[in-house]
């Protein structure tokens, strides 16, 4: 048989033999013609048999056995490709949804249909395949149902209960929960319903998501959101049009007065005169000018075009003054107020407002700035602790930590430096520990020690070198047994009493007692032994004797006596941990006389109380005040005149602080016997030669006498100090200070009198302040003042207030001693003028002083003062500030007066010192008996924008907090609780975002006080999960704070093992262990 069938006649027509060899490749003898004639007819037969034969009876298939042989091997091939075929439609049908070609049908299950009905044929093929194979056997049906493709209508034996059986397992049914989603017939259901069911008492919830369409309502944008923010940012197309003269005539139309009121002009393409130049350029095929296609279509946003203009005018100066850093300063925080308008950084066109802003690229924007900065500075330092500031944000805190080392190697003089780059450690939770805080004052004293002595050569000693080691040495953290009463209590507050107890106790280092003959060994505590090697590398020399002196009185501050040092401002807010702030104490009772011991909310050593605790001047305890009283005995000697006298009243002092805790307390016996002993120091101390004209020494002990109600003992020790001065008067400004306190204590003595004898009070007071101006010796009371002595003494303060008002006080630099005698002078005549005429000739002199005072400390247009002169003045008119409060507030406290003009004095005293606390403390107090909120919030808002210190953010907390606890009184009645129909959220966010603002910069993140406070704040809202997020966010800034750890145990007794295994691992003294507790216990 010929391969090609076209070429069958030329391969078999007879020819030579060459063109027979040529043509052998044509034919194929394993090809028979026959088999091809019966592969076309089989499809027809296979067909027409189907379609003829009934359901039940079946013919068999007439064609010879050879052809049936082969034909039935082809069409059981052809059956099993099909097969194959239709297994993978169904996978793919099962992963892809794609366009079926023209031939296939619609859905999985006419598919189905369709492929079963095209298998018949082959399956009766091939059952009769297997019959043609086995003739002997004949027409058997229990031998045929044995094989797989047999017909049943091909079984003899057919009973009802006749069935195929498949032997070929299917993995599928033990695969799968259910059948493959291709064999189960799926629709689209059209709405909710179901036919046949009552829609009003009947209802099918089905599975699948609903089919109804939810109609997208817009929400209304409000004014508040960003959208609308922004198109207010935006500003308005200015609209102009000629100005024409008014007419009288009524107009029939409105004109439209932009367009030109020229003739049209009219071509062959513009016949009518109605296009404009754009529209006939078309029509030419021609584009608009090439200035024109570049305009935008609407104007350019002016507030972005004067950003740029600010930004071109940055770039060019820091290009032609690489040099000032205070420039490169400024371009960097103008930064922040660049990416807070309107998208000036914009990637594309049009995408200004849709760009979204993060913090990440302000800082980027801002590093890069400063990188170029530093470039043209390398020995600038501010730039480089800019950017390493900046740098927190991106680096980890190793890599912080090296360069931060590596800045001190390269400036290692720079006091500024070393007290930020300890601040900065000091900081670092993850790094923290107090051995390594240790060494690093040490080589920081050190080290500076060396540049001082020259033995660094390559640095040499800067301007206040000594005066920051003395800073520095009195900001190092210091490292923090009553024994168990009641067994019975939790386990968490036996161990708090127990430890702030030998917190109180053990402060001191342990010394052996020889008397007992104690030796090193004999220490139960070898923690409590300090050797030379621990503080050897922080001992420094103080050469200056200003120096020295301020040293003794910070350590006597240190130690709880009210010496007067106020801290630093770089580790003020460090060290303030505890709540007196807060407390009025005796200031209500006694405005004018009031005992303020200056503390400035830092605990003294060995105080870790509650917060809230009040806190007086209680002393220490046996031991601790013996040392005291050797430290006194042991520095007095040291110093002389002004030192030795301050270093005798903070002494006295001290002692009446102790008599006013009992007095508050009302603890008698103790009264009586500190009493005693503070008599007994004030008689020792004015009995030494140098002190017996010291006027605050009497002045002290004349208060310490009408404090413990000996008023005649009082009024004899004032009369006695008041006839040594002789003839002083008015030039005295301690005579002055004590003839001023002798007044006050006799018209707050008026206040407590009967009616009756109320006028001789206040007689003695205007005597007292009259004697001040005569030039006679002082004599005793004795009866009412004369009018004409009142008049002179009125016109002798006068002419003395209009002497000092002169240039000796506002002259640059003014004499320190100038500045005090005017102070006291004004204090005692705004007292004289309150008592002979009234409050309101006080308020004028405290006007006159107040606006002589404020023009020289802040003159127009040169800001706050920052001369040493100029700050001496502003703590002058900070005192004349207290004083008109004082006598404000005493004068609402006995008589009818508004209080607007408190309010007013307040305000504008707070504004010139944020950071004083006997205002704000006056101000909260006179505001909280106020029922509306929102001035109070005004003020402390605006106080806060511009303010540097802490304080206004502490008041403001303190305020709100004093309101919500007002409306949760008014919410009880009884005890019981009233609910209220709308619950006063309000102050609880409000309080809540306060601390969080306070907390964003450097000192209120590194004030334990405030931490201390939004801790108990949300405590006791029973938010504890938020509480325990915030104290591990303290322990990141202030890792240092013992008291801290101690309000965790408070607040979270059930965390106490995990918070006494932080203060191990950062070192932190434990002084009673948890197992010395078990031992105590089990005792």
Known sequence: MALFPAFAGVSEAPDSGSSRKELDWLSNPSFCVGSVTSLSQQPEAATAHVSEGSPLSRSPLKSEPSDESDTNKKLKQTSRKKKKEKKKRRKHQHHKKTKRKHGQSSSSRSETDTDSEKDRPSRAIGGRKKESEKP??????????????????????????????????????WEYKSLYRGDIARYKRKGDSCLGINPVKQRISWEGTSTEKKHSRKQVERYFTKKSVGLMNIDGIAISSKTEPPSSDPASFIPVKDLEDAAPVTTWLNPLGIYDQSTTQWLQGQGPPEQESKQPDTQPDSESAALKARVEEFNRRVRENPRDTQLWMAFVAFQDEVMKSPG?????????????????????????????????????????????????????????????????????????????????????????????????????????SAVKDGSILSHPALPGTEEAMFDEDDEEPEEDDQEIKDKTLPRW???????????????????????????????????????????????????SEDLQFQLVVAFLQF????????????????????????????????????????????SCVGRMDRLGCPRWTRGQNREGEEFIRNVFHLVM?????????????????????????????????????????????????????????????WKQYAHLEWLLGNTEDARKVFDTALGMAGSQGLKDSELCELSLLYAKLEVELEVELSPEVRGAASARAVHILTKLTESSPYGPYTGQVLAVHILKARKAYEHALQDYLGDSCVSDPAPTDSCTRLISLSKCFMLFQYLTVGIGAAVRIYEQVFAKLHSSVFPEGSGEGNSASSQSRSSFLEAITLMHASLLRFHMKVSVYPLAPLREALSQALKLYPGNQVLWRSYVQIQNKSHSASKTRRFFDTITRSAKPLEPWLFAIEAEKMRKRLVETVQRLDGREIHATIPETGLTHRIQALFENAMRSDSGSQCPLLWRMYLNFLVSLGNKERSKGVFYKALQNCPWAKVLYLDAVEYFPEEMQEVLDLMTEKELRVRLPLEELELLLED
Request: glycine fraction near 4%; include cysteine.
């Open 493 to 543: 507050q036996i161990w708090l009493a127990a430890e702030r107890s030998r917190d109180q106790r053990h402060w001191r280092p342990w010394r052996p007692d020889k008397t007992k003959k104690q030796t090193e060994e004999d220490c139960e505590d070898p923690e409590r032994q300090v050797l030379f090697d621990d503080i050897g590398q922080s001992l420094i020399r103080l050469s």
């Open 344 to 448: 000036l950084y914009a990637i594309e066109e049009g995408e200004q407002e849709k760009r979204k802003r993060s913090l990440k690229l302000i800082l980027e924007k801002k590093l890069a700035i400063l990188e170029r900065a530093i470039e043209s500075n390398q020995s600038s330092v501010d730039l480089k602790l800019a950017k390493l500031k900046l740098c927190t944000e991106f680096w980890e805190p190793s890599t912080l930590v090296k360069e931060w080392q590596k800045l001190i190697f390269l400036h290692p003089n720079n006091t500024a430096l070393w007290q930020k780059y300890l601040l900065f450690c000091q900081s670092q939770f993850s790094t923290f520990s107090i051995s390594k805080i240790h060494s690093l004052y040490g080589k920081c004293l050190s080290t500076l």
């Open 559 to 602: 130690l709880g006596v009210p010496s007067g040092f106020t801290l630093p401002a770089s580790c003020l807010y460090l060290a303030m941990d505890e709540h007196s702030i807060f407390d009025n104490g005796l200031y209500d009772e006694k405005p004018l006389t009031f005992f303020n011991p200056l503390f400035s909310g830092a």
């Open 136 to 173: 002997n056997q004949g027409n058997n049906a229990a031998a045929d149902t044995g094989h797989r493709f047999v017909w049943l209508e091909d079984i003899q034996a057919v009973t009802g209960e006749t069935f195929r059986t498949d032997k070929k397992p299917d993995p599928a049914n």
């Open 637 to 697: 000697p040291l110093f002389s005149g002004k030192e030795k006298s301050q270093l005798c009243f903070s002494w006295l002092q001290y002692e009446i602080g102790k008599v006013v805790w009992c007095l508050h307390t009302k603890n008698k016996k103790r009264l009586k016997s500190q009493g005693k002993n503070c008599k007994k120091l004030a008689k020792n101390l004015l009995k030494e030669p140098e002190n017996r004209n010291n006027f605050c020494l």
